[in-house]
């Protein structure tokens, strides 16, 4: 079956950087594209980008341009999201999920705290 | 790319239908067939309950149906029970090739 294993949680200090590694089993790799979601406390899902693995090609949405790299091995089925100059409303839950092209299949979520 | 509009709330009691609704543009939600819902429990990952408009996955109650009419997309969940108290968010492919979500409705049932 289809399974999508994040990495754990973490504690980062603003300015840091984080990356997040989500390790895909079940399926194909590179026959879909991976997107990353985010959601803060008590907050709403929150589109972060994508990434089509089979040519590598991203797209992020405006706000975390500049910020958010997004890459995939294929070698080890596994996608990662490298968030830089971490700030405190960064704090979030981060999800990544298969593109169908809908959101189909889901991580189980990693925990990000920056905090001083 | 602005946040699709969902209502913040909505309820209704077991047994009863309930619609939330999920306003785009006609850059998203007007000018696509990717628009799709997930339903998310407390402290759990979302699920993907309707896709392409109106499609329920494998699994999923034929109580949860979708539609679309113009920039507007709507939820429908017919026959309430108490499972299905959860946050609701609309999701819509966009012409920037990027994706968008709308803010999120609490469903309570009474």
């Known amino acids: 079956q289809v399974q999508l294993l994040q990495s754990g949680g973490t504690v980062k200090k603003p300015g840091a950087s984080v990356k997040v590694s989500c390790q895909a089993s079940g399926y194909s790799f590179i026959s879909f594209g991976i997107t990353w979601v985010r959601q803060a406390p008590g907050q709403g899902l929150e589109w972060m980008g994508w990434i089509s693995v089979n040519n590598g090609i991203t797209n992020y949405a405006q706000k975390f341009q500049g910020r958010v790299a997004m890459t995939t091995d294929a070698s080890t089925s596994t996608a990662y999201m490298e968030l830089r100059n971490l700030k405190s409303d960064d704090t979030a839950v981060y999800y990544c999920?298969?593109?169908?092209?809908?959101?189909?299949?889901w991580g189980q979520g990693t925990l990000v705290t920056v905090s001083s | 790319q602005s946040a699709l509009t969902q209502p913040a709330s909505v309820s209704g009691s077991p047994g009863q239908s309930i619609t939330i609704s999920c306003s785009g543009t006609s850059s998203d939600v007007g000018a696509f067939t990717y628009v799709s819902w997930y339903q998310q429990h407390p402290d759990k990952a979302p699920r993907l309950i309707i896709f392409d408009v109106s499609n329920r996955p494998s699994g999923v109650s034929n109580r949860f149906s979708g539609s679309k009419s113009g920039n507007t997309a709507s939820l429908t969940i017919s026959g309430l029970q108490a499972e299905d108290e959860a946050n609701y968010y609309c999701n819509s492919y966009t012409s920037t090739n990027t994706w968008v979500f709308g803010g999120g409705t609490k469903l309570t049932v009474l």
């Open positions: 999920a298969r593109v169908s092209p809908n959101f189909d299949f």
